[in-house]
C-alpha cells in the first residue's frame, strides 16, 4: 500500500480495506455520522421553514456539497473567490461570499466569477467596499447583487446600526454595476433576540423607502437549532455542523457522538509512565484551543491530555489515566479535534469510512484557497 496517502488519486483502491491499515497522522470521516449531521440539520430547517445554505469552508469538498444540495440546501456560502472558483467549477451557480472583497486583483477575479455562474452574492460593511465593487461592475452587462453585513453582537465585520445597514443599502442601490441583495449577519451565540431586533428594524427602514430586502441572511452552528427564534431571516448559513467538533459538542449543538472527524495517530515515545508522544502536531491537530486547556479530545483514552503540540508530535499527560490502560509504543489513539474546519485545510484528501472500512477518498478541493 503506497504509505503517501495525500498522493493518492480518489479512485484509491483503499476502498474495501480498514483505516486500521492506514499510515498516521490522518483524519478519517464517519460517513453515517456525516450523513446524519447533513439530514438532522437539513430537516430542521425544512420544519421551520426557512432556505439553508451551507458554508463549504468547513469539508472544502465538492461531493459533500452536492448530497448538501441533495438533501434541501439552497446554494452555498464560500469565504473566499478562490473557494468559490472550485464550487463554480463542480457546477454549483447560487454561491454567497461572505467576505468583503477589495483590490483590483480580486475584484478582477469576481467579475470573471459572476460571468461564469447565474447567481453570484457578495457582502459589503463600508462604502469603500461598495465604491471598489461598483467601479469595477459599473458598465458590464451583469450587475453584481450585494448583501450589506451587519454586526448584530457577533463583534466582527459588519454596520454597527440598523440606520447604518439603511444608509449602506441605499449607496448600493443607487450605484452603477451593483444591486441590493439584502442583509447578512455572523451573531454572536444565543444572540438571537438581538439579532432579530436589528434586522427587523433595518427591514422597516427599508420598506418604508420602498426597498426590497430579498434575502435576510442568519447564519452560524453553535446555536442553529435556535434559527426559527430570528423569524425576519430568510435563510440560514452554517459550516461546522457537517462534521462538528468537540468545541461544538462544548456548545451544546451536538454530543461527542456526532463528531464525524477522528484523527487517527500513533504513539510513537513513551519516555515515562505519565506521558505519551503522538505523531499528529499542529500540521495534524491544528493549535486551535477555542477556550479549551489542551488539544483535542482523545477518543479511546479520555483521561488521556493533549498538552502541548509541536509541528510534528503532540505530548500526552496520561498522570490521570488508568496505570494498567495507558496506551503503550505503537498504540493508535482517535482525536476529535476542537475545531474541525481548520484540519481539513491541513491534507490534500479526506478519507470516508463506515465502521472502519474505506468507503471513498475525496480530494480536499479548495484546500488551502486564502483569497
Known sequence: MDKKLHKLAPNTSLVGSFITQLSTPLPVIDEDRLENNITRVQSYMDKIGKAFRPHIKTHKIPAIATRQAEAGAQGLNCQKISE?????????????ITFSILGPEKLEELAVLNGRIDDLKVVADSATTVSGLSG???GKDK????????????GRCGVQSA???????????GSDGLTFGGLLTYPKTDGELETEAFLSEAIGLLKARGITCGIVSNGGTPSLFNAHLVPS???????TYVYNDRAM????????????????ATVVSRPTQTRAVIDA?????????????????VVNHPEAVITGLSEEHGVLDLSKCDPDKRPQVGDRIRIIPNHTCVVSNLVDQMVFHK??????VEPVAARGYVW
Open 163 to 173: 440606520a447604518e445597514a439603511f444608509d449602506l443599502a441605499c449607496l448600493i442601490s
Open 84 to 96: 468559490a472558483d472550485v464550487f463554480a467549477d463542480a457546477g454549483f451557480q447560487d454561491i454567497l
Open 355 to 360: 465502521g472502519g472500512v474505506i468507503t471513498r
Open 281 to 297: 502536531g499542529s500540521k495534524a491537530l491544528t493549535s486551535d484551543l477555542l477556550g479549551f486547556d489542551d488539544f483535542g479530545y
Open 249 to 264: 459538542a462544548r456548545a451544546g449543538h451536538c454530543s461527542l457522538d456526532d463528531c464525524a472527524m477522528e484523527i487517527l
Open 136 to 138: 469595477m461592475f459599473g
Open 233 to 239: 431571516a430568510t435563510e440560514h448559513r452554517a459550516g
Open 143 to 154: 450587475a453584481l447583487k450585494v448583501l450589506v453585513e451587519c454586526d448584530t453582537g457577533g
